[in-house]
């Protein structure tokens, strides 16, 4: 019998090959049977490499069967997994079935390093090879990042952060291990790739992932998408749990916590999305919790507000509310700690002033914080708060605008106290280079996690920065671990903690206080404990910071909420108000606008009927 004929007209047979009319039959009908049907494709012919066993036949299971299926069925496709589950096995069988058996498919694997890409392609590679030759179609390209068919279907795999990936428009694009690019990358993959994909006719998207943390987290969000009502892209969720793949129970689950523990089976066995990534952040968890718990006491307590009390500018033009706490005691010593900003409404210059008397018990007692005041403004009110408290050591760093609010500080008002961490050319302020920062950090987390230390925090937004303070993605490079705020959070209350925290490390607190108790670690280090209260203060400076205008008005406000009587209590604030207004020499301030009251018409302005202002041309007086 001459089978000679039918040779050619399948796919890849040897060239001499000679094979009978049932063999001949049976290879079409599976051909046609494996392009139909992707479990059977995978169940019969796709080989997959084992620890144990070497190179074997895979059985799917049932939920990788359903994870195949999806893949095939849906165009945008979002995987929640465990570990080890199989699901990257998943997308190569379902990437080879498709170039295998569909011409023009243009694949790629996005992986989070080329490594890992390469492995996979690896695993695409090996399960080809070990196809029989007459399910094979023909291989024009063939090397460790790709593969190109006959039939002109190519998969390729690429490290996420490459810039070759986004020049390759792919139809189906698979990122694996997404939710662990770094969001920066995340993003910019997303909105270089996303665009062509969806633009293509069956344009498809796998995504598939172990959870890893929710704050800035794209593939989080895309989840979350998925999940929820504004799924205005039709992402398709997938979720295959630990007890999805065969051999893993509660024994499994008990040694697998044993050996890794609660917090990593949570998150990568149990697929549970941890509220952040917690291990980023500076401040452990537990410790922000506990400055939680601790406004919630001081809330019951009625100490949480404090004083609002105001600073009223030079030219009297502009008034700005500071927060007291406790006013100035002098048998306390203090430090301040400030951050400038540029005054342009996004970042705020902050000045915080904190007892440092008793390093088990550092308080925050007096706070400044605006995102919309100059650079010259705010050097006035941290001299004015300062004075408050008798001039104490004051820190901040010294880059462009710190250095600005130093010369401010020294040159327009006398202040003396300024730390010296600078260099030769700029000594004032401290001066954070690449290492400083670091040290000053981790100095910071040792400090809130050693016993003997601890701090009263009264200001929330502090403790809510806390929260997104984070270690610094540096992308592989192995750099001082450095923390920022995350993307559109904030940092400046934080950092005015971090500097101050950075003066009472035990190798530097000798410089600037008089350490009179100090306490042992019980790893053995001594730091100080007990710094000699008010050791630097003059009579003068006690008195000029008694008379201060942000102690008497503390004082003030005291007075009144002990008065209960309503009336008494208005005649006393009006002649608190006129006496501060007499001794500190101006007029007490008030919006302008309350202050056009009838007596104070004369000219330029213009009463209609109703009584209200019309035409507002400015005071003229
Ligand atoms: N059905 C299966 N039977 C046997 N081994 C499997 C099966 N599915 C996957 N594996 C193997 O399990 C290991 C993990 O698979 P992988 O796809 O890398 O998982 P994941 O991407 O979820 O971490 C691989 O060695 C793979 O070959
Ligand atoms: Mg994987």
Known sequence: MDTRRYVYSIKKIAENEIITKEEYAFRLNEIAKCKRDIIYFANTYFKI???????????????????????????????LSARQSGKSSMYTIYLLWL???????????????AATAIEIMSRIQMGYERLPNWLKPRVIVWNKGQIMFANKSEIRGFASSSDAARGFSANVICLDEFAFLPK???????????????????????IVSTPNGTVENLYYDLWQQANGMN???????????????PGRDEKFKESTIASIGERRWAQEFACEFLSDAENRKLIPDDIIEKFKKRIEQYKADNILDGKTVQIV???????????????????????ASADVAEGTGNDSSVLNIWDVTDLSNIEQVAKFSDNNVSVVEFAFICNKMCEAYANPVFIVENNAVGSGLIDMLRMTYGY????????????????????????????????????????VIKDYSLIKEMETFVKKETLGKTSNTTYQALQNAHDDQIVTLIWAAYLLQPDLIDRYFVVVETFMSSLGIIYPKTLAPGVEYTNEEISKAQNSRI???????????????????????????????????????????????????????????????????????
């Not at 074997?56 to 195949?68: F, H, M, S, T």
């Not at 994909?197 to 998207?205: H, R």
């Open 49 to 79: 490499l084992t620890m144990d066993k070497g190179i074997v036949q895979i059985k799917l299971y049932k939920k990788q069967e359903e994870l195949l299926k999806f893949f095939k069925d849906e165009n945008r496709c979002i995987v």
């Open 99 to 113: 170039c295998c058996f569909f011409p023009e498919k243009r694949a790629m694997i996005l992986a989070n390093k």
């Open 184 to 206: 920066n990358i995340a993003d910019k993959l997303f909105t270089s790739i996303y665009p062509v994909v969806s633009s293509a006719k069956n344009g498809k998207i796998i």
């Open 231 to 245: 799924n205005n892209e039709g992402w398709k969720p997938f979720e295959m749990h630990w007890w999805d793949v």
């Open 313 to 335: 500018s030079q030219n009297q033009e502009k008034v700005f509310n500071a927060k007291v706490w406790k006013p100035f005691d002098q048998t306390r010593t203090y430090l």
């Open 416 to 455: 003396s106290n300024i730390v010296r961490e600078g260099n030769k050319n700029n000594p004032y302020g401290i001066r954070s280079h690449s290492s400083i920062k670091p040290k000053a950090c981790m100095w910071v987390r040792d400090m809130f996690t050693t016993a003997g230390f601890d701090w």
């Open 551 to 621: 102690f008497r008005e503390y004082m003030n406000e005291k007075i009144l909420d002990e008065i209960k009587d309503e009336n008494q209590k208005e005649k006393q604030a009006t002649f608190n108000k006129r006496m501060l207004d007499k001794d500190f020499g101006m007029e007490y301030f008030e919006p302008a606008v309350d202050r056009f009251d009838k007596s104070n018409v004369n000219g330029g302005y213009f009463i209609d009927g109703d009584g209200t202002w019309d035409d507002f041309d400015g005071p003229s007086w």
